[in-house]
């Protein structure tokens, strides 16, 4: 029964990843798209683009997804200067790095 409750936790954070990147992708592509135009918005969604396919990497690979997730969390906090805006790094950086942890080692 535990391996069980283990296995649908992991498919949900799965899940969560999935929907959070594809979120993410819409929303850097419609942010400033009024004035320029979604195609300007093209280069924004990269980060999150890589994200989502990271997340597709954890469906056949768990453990090396999770560990590419996590160097993509701890990325995330240098390119969008987390440290120093600390709602960043407690709103994208560490639950994208949290949710890689939980993914290397829920295996």
């Given at each position: 029964m535990e391996q069980n409750k283990k296995n649908i936790f992991v498919k949900l954070l799965k899940i969560f990843l999935v929907v959070g990147?594809?979120?993410?992708?819409v929303?850097?592509?419609?942010?400033?798209?009024?004035?320029?135009?979604?195609?300007?918005n093209i280069p924004n969604s990269f980060p999150w683009?890589?994200?989502?396919?990271?997340?597709?990497?954890t469906f056949r690979w768990q453990i090396?997804?999770?560990?590419f997730i996590i160097l993509f969390g701890i990325f995330t906090?240098?390119?969008f200067s987390?440290?120093?805006?600390i709602w960043i790094l407690f709103i994208i950086s560490l639950p994208i790095i949290i949710i890689g942890l939980l993914l290397s080692f829920l295996k």
């Open positions: 990147s594809i979120c993410l992708i929303f850097s592509l419609m942010s400033g798209s009024e004035d320029s135009g979604v195609m300007h683009i890589i994200l989502l396919i990271l997340t597709f990497i090396l997804g999770g560990v906090i240098f390119f987390a440290l120093e805006f």
